[in-house]
């Protein structure tokens, strides 16, 4: 006799695996972010992209940053790490890899040595990633940039030399790529008391040209143009602490830029951040800038966190709004703050 039950009930069971699949793979799917909390990956994992960089191609964003991880209880890293994370809507990241895991890599550096805040850049003219790095020894002495190549986006990065851009000393970067396509890397040199924004040369492997040098002790320096205004924003130097960070407005890269002022109510402290990069998201409606800080977490760099905030911008005014739990429609370019019920 045929059992007429056997296929009803394979139909129920294969219904019952795909629901729980599907509500778990809807549970993982993140609708908003909230600054300052743990942030998982895919594999819930808190994302380690710290002093990081974002690298859009085509509809994927790359976001790239010190890979801290088992860095904790003041536990110093032999090998430096970056990791590369990938997402399509900025709040659902996928880890990728470790894009670099190396120890010093040139001779000098010693061991523990520093490479911080990675910017890659893509060249169209050679298709090659090219990441920048602040490479230093542990006494922050050495004040140069490392410059790494790859082939693909998410590596593996190899070295290809270190230098001072400018001959000046280098220690906190930045990255800027202007609506002409045109590169930008904006170093700090502590000497100079101030910090410079200079063009990348024609396959980025050097700095090819003084563009401006802002005479004003900031660091974390952060550049976007918005509206036909650029808006720069920079840190206090006070290392991992937080402090009120600034912003600037010129009409040109080159300035003159305006005064500094506060992005955010001084007390705050950047509301215990410090700035990293600036992103542009140009959708369909609006046009969002998203502040992306660290809240640096020096004891146990693991548990480092991030403050992305989207800004208040416009007419020569920049403000970075109580950090709330927030979302955003990549296509659209709107943003929306999640009222907590
Ligand atoms: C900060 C800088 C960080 C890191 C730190 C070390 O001022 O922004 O990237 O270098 O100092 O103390």
């Known amino acids: 006799m045929i059992n007429h039950r056997l296929p009803l009930l394979s139909i129920f069971v294969g219904l019952v695996f795909f629901a729980s699949f599907h509500a778990e793979a809807t549970a993982s799917l993140r609708s908003s972010i909230v600054p300052g909390a743990i942030w998982p990956d895919d594999r819930g994992h808190h994302i380690q992209a710290h002093g990081g960089g974002i690298l859009k191609l085509d509809d994927t964003y790359y976001w790239f940053g010190e890979d801290r991880g088992g860095e904790r209880g003041g536990k110093k890293a032999i090998e430096r790490k970056v990791a590369c994370y990938a997402s399509k809507d900025l709040m659902n990241w996928e880890f990728r890899r470790q894009v670099i895991r190396t120890g010093p890599p040139e001779s000098g550096l010693g061991v523990p040595f520093v490479l911080e ?21 542990k006494a922050y002495k050495l004040a140069r940039v490392g410059v790494y190549v790859s082939d693909t986006v998410d590596g593996d990065y190899t070295f290809v030399r270190s230098f001072r851009p400018l001959n000046e000393e280098s220690r906190d970067i930045g990255q800027f790529v202007d609506d002409d396509g ?5 170093f700090e040199a502590r000497p100079t008391n101030g910090f410079f924004i200079a063009r990348l040369s024609d396959d980025y492997l050097d700095v090819a040209e003084k563009v401006c040098f802002v005479r004003t002790r900031l660091e974390g320096g952060a550049l976007v143009k918005y509206d036909g205004l650029y808006y720069m924003i920079g840190s206090w130097m006070s290392g991992w602490a937080p402090n009120n960070n600034q912003y600037a407005t010129a009409k040109t890269l080159a300035g003159p830029w305006s005064d500094f002022q506060d992005i955010a109510p001084p007390e705050t ?34 548990d480092g966190r991030y403050l992305w905030m989207p800004l208040e911008i416009g007419k020569g005014r920049l403000w970075l709004p109580e950090p709330r739990e927030w979302s955003i429609d990549v296509k659209t370019g709107e943003t929306r703050v999640v009222t907590p019920k």
């Open 117 to 137: 805040r990675p910017k890659v850049f893509h060249n169209a003219r050679t298709g090659k990633f090219v990441m920048y790095v602040h490479l230093d020894d």
């Open 182 to 186: 045109s590169a930008y890397l904006i």
């Open 269 to 302: 402290k950047t509301y215990g951040s410090q700035s990293t990069l600036m992103l542009k998201v140009v959708g369909t409606k609006k046009t969002s800038v998203i502040f992306m800080g660290d809240i640096w977490s020096p004891a146990d760099h693991q």
